[in-house]
């Protein structure tokens, strides 16, 4: 079966996401752009566990904390392709050092950029194809590896896509931008 045009998988950055609260995807786009707010520093820390393939929870050596990857949306656990997403995500991740750069999101999680040994993180993980690049947060930063991901039938890509919701139109089935072809699967 075809896959569907990548234009109707992306949503454009000025959609509403998170429920609808647009002004969270506008705040998170702005720093995706600058890289986070001036002054926030880079920190070391250990990942100790994934919840998902874009939550996961870190010790700083003073601090344990959760925190969701910035520019990126992975399936739920209870979604096709959750599980392998967590999988994939703690398996690159869990017990690695990592460099983080957070602010606080939407109700107060912590939204972090990753690295790892000089690599982003959230490139890794879309380019395998176990997430959807979020552009409300990115600008589109991951939406290539996507396209990869898509092309080579890699990860949530290998199915037949027209079956794959994203995660937000899993979380949130009766917005009307799911309904909507254009915004996303």
């Given at each position: 079966m075809p896959?569907?045009?990548?234009?109707t998988l992306l949503p454009s950055c000025g959609?509403?996401?998170?429920?609808?609260?647009?002004?969270?995807?506008?705040?998170?786009?702005l720093l995706a752009v600058t890289g986070l707010p001036t002054g926030v520093a880079w920190?070391?820390?250990?990942?100790?566990?994934?919840?998902?393939?874009?939550t996961c929870k870190v010790n700083d050596n003073t601090v344990f904390y959760t925190f969701k990857i910035l520019g990126i949306d992975a399936p739920e656990l209870d979604q096709p392709y959750g599980k392998e997403a967590r999988r994939y995500t703690r398996n690159l991740l869990k017990s690695h050092r990592i460099q983080l750069k957070c602010t606080t999101g939407f109700l107060?999680?912590?939204?972090?950029?990753?690295?790892?040994?000089?690599?982003?993180?959230?490139?890794?993980?879309?380019?395998?194809?176990?997430?959807?690049?979020?552009?409300?947060?990115?600008?589109?930063?991951?939406?290539?590896?996507?396209?990869?991901?898509?092309?080579a039938n890699r990860g949530l890509w290998s199915d037949d896509t027209k079956a794959i919701l994203s995660p937000f139109c899993w979380r949130e089935p009766s917005s009307e931008q799911c309904n909507d072809p254009q915004f996303m699967p």
């Open positions: 896959k569907p045009a990548l234009k959609q509403k996401s998170w429920g609808g609260h647009m002004w969270v995807g506008v705040a998170l786009s920190s070391l820390a250990t990942v100790q566990d994934c919840f998902t393939g874009d107060k999680t912590k939204v972090c950029k990753i690295d790892m040994d000089g690599q982003d993180v959230a490139s890794l993980i879309v380019q395998e194809g176990f997430a959807w690049d979020k552009p409300e947060e990115s600008f589109g930063k991951y939406r290539r590896y996507q396209h990869e991901a898509m092309e």
